[in-house]
């Protein structure tokens, strides 16, 4: 597979910064270009010939590197970018080299991921044209660049003057060998004028483009002033989620990763070099010390010596890969060392649970333990050398990362949660199972050779749908919400009713039956009420579908950042209505004052919590049409 990186266009919109230099040689870091950036992406998914693409007067610039090679293309100001990536495709054959072609902009920055998800796809069906598309794309995003309408798998339209029905292009393409061919008939139909879109297009009406979806990931075009100060500080946020590895742990990826990205990224932002393997020696120290002291029983400080240990396992592998100093010896001391302290750390337990429980020397209850014991350190063991040793990586970072979880974190985090309470012997039961659990997973799956084994022992029978289906009329969901609305409204009232004549016979030693009649009521007005909620919301959230392509339309926002908004607004609108049968139920139940007013605080909390991200999610989505209001040009 060859790179292509097309930085062949002119920048006048970063005037008077792009006469000295193109942008994508503006730093992000000092010392790292946007293009310095891409590279790395395209040896991350193991791209070896990388090209730049580039006109004359840009040649010197480029041709000093030794990461890449030159080709110069005849491109004047107003060319269509398919003209420039027609001529590179031409002079590759006349290099005899025609292989398939990973396409990238000069001015863009993303997510390794990014590029993993494209190329992996891609690698599956090498018969078309793919696509990177975000459908959560939002302001300047989503009116200037390439919208894309998808149906099902194929891309059947894309254009810079359509609404972003399916979402936007982030700057990134697969070309397959077998397709280059097409690129010539569309610029022999179009001109120099010709762009990515009337490739798309063409190929479009043969079903032979499809898309990734990457709605979620990080990238950001840079093509004004504004562009670039956003950029440089994405940057930071994709080169924390990009230390972030497929097969770490739950624990790791949520908690862990949280605090050692920030430690090694601080430290990589000031420059301030250890090497990685002197602190992969420092963090496993701190785990032999944790042991130690729960040897001693010392057990809190044990504990939290062991979860810092395993909060700062990262920094290590982070910083060797941010300085580019990775290394086979460092990898193999890392796993040797981590092993050493996951032993002596259960070892340190099963020493607490033998010593603190009465009699358990004495018994045959310690034969039992023992048991467990070695064939849990022995799986834990096992864990590492069969993730090592098989293939399908991505099934075994799935199994790893489903429950029960196998993984280094998730151990260390529940031997040290087991010191605190001092359950020893469910934290060694827990790791006994999961990692056994794994390493059946992981045989099966080498057995089979295709995928994971399954059974199925129960199976529901679904009923086909009614044909033909039609979707209900915004007027007829319109007509059902304000039904909702006025039962509840009605219902409301008659819950406070019953509750407080149940509250008034509760008093009343004699009236046993009517209190308990109306407890009865108020427990169905009650479910009534939780029950017209989750309509009244669902029914919302079928309008808010049925407006979907009409609100797309008039104000030219992505699909995904829609629902986005929605959904906030109906998580919103289900938390207000929550209050309600939730008081009606605590003051039923005659739960004291204090922790009524506590819940409903929190609930309020919870709403405001989600009413302030609603409203910037909403300025963020309808910032061309603020700027557009206010008059205020894009930089």
Same mark, same amino acid.
């Given at each position: 597979?060859?790179?292509?990186?097309?930085?062949?266009?002119?920048?006048?919109?970063?005037?008077?910064?792009?006469?000295?230099?193109?942008?994508?040689?503006?730093?992000?870091?000092?010392?790292?270009?946007?293009?310095?950036?891409?590279?790395?992406?395209?040896?991350?998914?193991?791209?070896?010939?990388?090209?730049?693409?580039?006109?004359?007067?840009?040649?010197?610039?480029?041709?000093?590197?030794?990461?890449?090679?030159?080709?110069?293309?005849?491109?004047?100001?107003?060319?269509?970018?398919?003209?420039?990536?027609?001529?590179?495709?031409?002079?590759?054959?006349?290099?005899?080299?025609?292989?398939?072609?990973?396409?990238?902009?000069?001015?863009?920055?993303?997510?390794?991921?990014?590029? !993993?998800?494209?190329? !992996?796809?891609?690698?599956?069906?090498?018969?078309?044209?793919?696509?990177?598309?975000?459908?959560r794309a939002r302001g300047r995003d989503a009116?200037?660049?390439?919208?894309?309408?998808v149906d099902d798998q194929y891309v059947i339209?894309?254009?810079?003057?359509?609404?972003?029905?399916?979402?936007?292009?982030?700057?990134?393409?697969?070309?397959?060998?077998?397709?280059?061919?097409?690129?010539?008939?569309?610029?022999?139909?179009?001109?120099? !004028?010709?762009?990515?879109?009337?490739?798309?297009?063409?190929?479009?009406?043969?079903?032979?483009?499809?898309?990734?979806?990457?709605?979620?990931?990080?990238?950001?075009?840079?093509?004004?002033?504004?562009?670039?100060?956003?950029?440089?500080?994405?940057?930071?946020?994709?080169?924390?989620?990009?230390?972030?590895?497929?097969?770490?742990?739950?624990?790791?990826?949520?908690?862990?990763?949280?605090?050692?990205?920030?430690?090694?990224?601080?430290?990589?932002?000031?420059?301030?070099?250890?090497?990685?393997?002197?602190?992969?020696?420092?963090?496993?120290?701190?785990?032999?010390?944790?042991?130690?002291?729960?040897?001693?029983?010392?057990?809190?400080?044990?504990?939290?010596?062991?979860?810092?240990?395993?909060?700062?396992?990262?920094?290590?592998?982070?910083?060797?890969?941010?300085?580019?100093?990775?290394?086979?010896?460092?990898?193999?001391?890392?796993?040797?060392?981590?092993?050493?302290?996951?032993?002596?750390?259960?070892?340190?337990?099963?020493?607490?649970?033998?010593?603190?429980?009465?009699?358990?020397?004495?018994?045959?209850?310690?034969?039992?333990?023992?048991?467990?014991?070695?064939?849990?350190?022995?799986?834990?063991?096992?864990?590492?050398?069969?993730?090592?040793?098989?293939?399908?990586?991505?099934?075994?970072?799935?199994?790893?990362?489903?429950?029960?979880?196998?993984?280094?974190?998730?151990?260390?985090?529940?031997?040290?949660?087991?010191?605190?309470?001092?359950?020893?012997?469910?934290?060694?039961?827990?790791?006994?199972?999961?990692?056994?659990?794994?390493?059946?997973?992981?045989?099966?799956?080498?057995?089979?050779?295709?995928?994971?084994?399954?059974?199925?022992?129960?199976?529901?029978? !679904?009923?086909?749908?009614?044909?033909?289906?039609?979707?209900?009329?915004?007027?007829?969901?319109?007509?059902?919400?304000?039904?909702?609305?006025?039962?509840?409204?009605?219902?409301?009232?008659?819950?406070?009713?019953?509750?407080?004549?149940?509250?008034?016979?509760?008093?009343?030693?004699?009236?046993?039956?009517?209190?308990?009649?109306?407890?009865?009521?108020?427990?169905?007005?009650?479910?009534?009420?939780?029950?017209?909620?989750?309509?009244?919301?669902?029914?919302?959230?079928?309008?808010?579908?049925?407006?979907?392509?009409?609100?797309?339309?008039?104000?030219?926002?992505?699909?995904?950042?829609?629902?986005?908004?929605?959904?906030?607004?109906?998580?919103?609108?289900?938390?207000?209505?929550?209050?309600?049968?939730?008081?009606?139920?605590?003051?039923?139940?005659?739960?004291?004052?204090?922790?009524?007013?506590?819940?409903?605080?929190?609930?309020?909390?919870?709403?405001?919590?989600?009413?302030?991200?609603?409203?910037?999610?909403?300025?963020?989505?309808?910032?061309?049409?603020?700027?557009?209001?206010?008059?205020?040009?894009?930089?």
């Amino acid at each position: 597979m060859i790179g292509l990186i097309i930085a062949a266009g002119y920048g006048t919109r970063l005037k008077p910064f792009t006469l000295e230099k193109p942008k994508t040689l503006f730093e992000l870091e000092p010392g790292v270009s946007i293009l310095d950036y891409i590279v790395g992406a395209f040896r991350e998914v193991g791209v070896k010939e990388i090209y730049v693409v580039t006109r004359s007067d840009l040649e010197a610039i480029f041709s000093g590197r030794s990461d890449i090679k030159v080709l110069v293309v005849d491109v004047a100001e107003g060319d269509g970018n398919l003209w420039t990536l027609h001529q590179a495709v031409e002079a590759l054959r006349k290099l005899r080299l025609e292989d398939d072609i990973l396409l990238s902009m000069s001015d863009h920055i993303y997510e390794f991921n990014l590029v !993993k998800k494209l190329t !992996k796809t891609a690698f599956t069906d090498m018969s078309k044209v793919y696509f990177c598309l975000d459908r959560r794309a939002r302001g300047r995003d989503a009116v200037e660049g390439l919208k894309i309408l998808v149906d099902d798998q194929y891309v059947i339209l894309s254009g810079k003057n359509i609404p972003p029905y399916s979402g936007v292009d982030t700057g990134v393409f697969f070309i397959p060998r077998t397709l280059l061919s097409h690129i010539g008939e569309v610029v022999n139909e179009k001109g120099r !004028k010709a762009t990515l879109a009337d490739f798309v297009n063409a190929l479009a009406r043969s079903n032979l483009v499809s898309f990734v979806d990457v709605s979620g990931l990080l990238w950001q075009d840079i093509d004004t002033v504004e562009d670039l100060v956003k950029a440089r500080r994405l940057y930071w946020k994709i080169l924390r989620r990009n230390l972030v590895k497929d097969t770490d742990g739950v624990i790791s990826r949520y908690v862990n990763r949280k605090f050692s990205t920030l430690i090694s990224l601080t430290m990589y932002k000031h420059r301030v070099f250890v090497h990685p393997n002197i602190i992969t020696l420092l963090v496993a120290i701190v785990g032999i010390a944790a042991s130690a002291l729960i040897f001693a029983g010392h057990i809190y400080l044990g504990a939290l010596l062991a979860l810092l240990s395993s909060l700062l396992d990262g920094v290590d592998g982070e910083l060797a890969r941010l300085y580019r100093v990775q290394s086979l010896f460092g990898a193999l001391l890392d796993n040797i060392l981590d092993r050493i302290v996951d032993t002596l750390i259960m070892t340190a337990l099963f020493y607490r649970l033998v010593v603190e429980t009465q009699g358990l020397v004495y018994s045959q209850t310690l034969f039992e333990v023992l048991v467990v014991f070695t064939l849990s350190l022995l799986g834990s063991v096992l864990v590492s050398y069969v993730s090592n040793a098989l293939h399908g990586k991505e099934y075994i970072a799935r199994i790893r990362n489903s429950f029960p979880w196998a993984t280094r974190d998730v151990r260390i985090f529940v031997f040290s949660i087991a010191i605190f309470f001092r359950a020893y012997a469910y934290a060694v039961l827990y790791v006994g199972i999961a990692s056994w659990w794994f390493i059946i997973r992981a045989i099966l799956h080498s057995l089979k050779g295709e995928g994971p084994v399954t059974w199925r022992f129960i199976s529901r029978f !679904k009923l086909p749908p009614i044909t033909p289906q039609i979707a209900k009329s915004y007027s007829i969901l319109l007509e059902e919400i304000l039904v909702y609305f006025l039962f509840l409204t009605v219902l409301s009232f008659l819950a406070g009713l019953a509750i407080d004549n149940a509250l008034y016979y509760s008093e009343s030693s004699q009236l046993y039956i009517y209190t308990l009649v109306w407890q009865l009521i108020a427990i169905v007005e009650i479910t009534l009420l939780v029950y017209l909620s989750v309509n009244f919301v669902k029914t919302l959230a079928t309008l808010f579908n049925v407006l979907k392509d009409y609100v797309i339309e008039r104000l030219w926002i992505a699909p995904l950042v829609y629902a986005q908004l929605a959904k906030r607004l109906l998580l919103l609108i289900a938390t207000l209505l929550a209050r309600f049968p939730l008081n009606y139920a605590m003051t039923l139940a005659r739960i004291s004052k204090e922790i009524t007013e506590l819940c409903n605080y929190l609930i309020t909390v919870i709403a405001l919590v989600i009413l302030v991200l609603l409203v910037v999610d909403a300025v963020r989505t309808f910032e061309h049409i603020i700027q557009r209001y206010l008059k205020i040009p894009w930089k």
